[in-house]
């Protein structure tokens, strides 16, 4: 495929997939349809970067079906000023649909192979207000904190409380909550709520789950 395919690729995305699903910010709407996905995979997957679907790349993440990953981001409403933390980054195509948002990201990846393609593909794609660090996902990035907004890339069982502690007075988690033994994930937004937090349902998703995330579980003697 060439440019003029891929842009008419990413149109039929954003017209087919994203706007159908009660996507309407017109910010996240433009990000959509102006990064270019193939950038953010494998070469042999270039081809269907735009379909519908979870897509896998190297290091075992997936790169979210589009229209999922857009209401995700819809729900975070983010501002132009704000300081974006995405964790589970993979190959940082999200952390660019933000960038294009937001104005700063921090993408958080375990996998060097990953957070050095993401680094790099964020560099060739124009993108300088986001940058992919290494590190454990369940820790977030709290020295460039507080964030306005956390997006966590896959399914969780739990948040954890230092993660949630990262997020400024009036920021905004979202994550795809999937406890273990329920077969459907619910895209969910956790806000400040007086000392603690609280999670509002969103709509129903299914993500590949990440791993750092489950529960630890109980042993019964």
Same mark, same amino acid.
């Given at each position: 495929m +060439?440019?003029?395919?891929?842009?008419? #690729?990413?149109?039929? !995305?954003?017209?087919?997939?994203?706007?159908?699903?009660?996507?309407? +910010?017109?910010?996240?709407?433009?990000?959509?349809?102006?990064?270019?996905?193939?950038?953010?995979?494998?070469?042999?997957?270039?081809?269907? #970067?735009?379909?519908?679907?979870?897509?896998?790349?190297?290091?075992?993440?997936? !790169? !979210?079906?589009?229209?999922v990953?857009?209401?995700?981001?819809?729900?975070?409403?983010?501002?132009?000023?704000?300081?974006?933390?995405?964790?589970?980054?993979?190959?940082?195509?999200?952390?660019?649909?933000?960038?294009?948002?937001?104005?700063?990201?921090?993408?958080?990846?375990?996998?060097?192979?990953?957070?050095? @393609?993401?680094?790099?593909?964020?560099?060739?794609?124009?993108?300088?207000?986001?940058?992919?660090? @290494?590190?454990?996902?369940?820790?977030?990035?709290?020295?460039?904190?507080?964030?306005?907004?956390?997006?966590?890339?896959?399914?969780?069982?739990?948040?954890?409380?230092?993660?949630?502690?990262?997020?400024?007075?009036?920021?905004?988690?979202?994550?795809?909550?999937?406890?273990?033994?329920?077969?459907?994930?619910?895209?969910? @937004?956790?806000?400040? #709520?007086?000392?603690?937090?609280?999670?509002?349902?969103l709509? +129903?998703?299914?993500?590949?789950?990440? +791993?750092?995330?489950?529960?630890?579980?109980?042993?019964?003697?």
């Open positions: +060439d440019n003029c395919e891929f842009a008419q #690729a990413r149109k039929m !995305m954003v017209d087919c997939q994203i706007r159908p699903t009660k996507v309407t +910010d017109p910010r996240v709407l433009d990000a959509f349809g102006t990064i270019p996905r193939e950038d953010f995979v494998s070469r042999h997957q270039r081809a269907i #970067a735009y379909i519908d679907e979870d897509l896998p790349v190297p290091g075992g993440r997936c !790169m !979210m079906e589009p229209m990953l857009a209401r995700m981001i819809q729900a975070l409403a983010v501002e132009a000023g704000d300081n974006i933390l995405v964790v589970g980054c993979g190959t940082g195509y999200s952390a660019a649909i933000l960038a294009r948002i937001a104005g700063s990201v921090i993408a958080v990846e375990t996998r060097a192979q990953l957070v050095e @393609k993401a680094q790099e593909t964020l560099v060739a794609t124009g993108i300088d207000n986001a940058v992919a660090i @290494k590190g454990r996902l369940t820790d977030g990035f709290a020295k460039e904190g507080p964030y306005d907004g956390i997006l966590v890339e896959g399914a969780v069982e739990t948040i954890p409380d230092q993660l949630l502690d990262q997020l400024s007075e009036r920021g905004k988690l979202v994550a795809v909550w999937r406890p273990a033994g329920h077969p459907v994930g619910v895209a969910s @937004k956790w806000t400040r #709520a007086g000392a603690g937090f609280t999670r509002k349902p709509f +129903d998703a299914q993500v590949p789950p990440l +791993d750092e995330f489950r529960a630890k579980r109980e042993f019964v003697f």
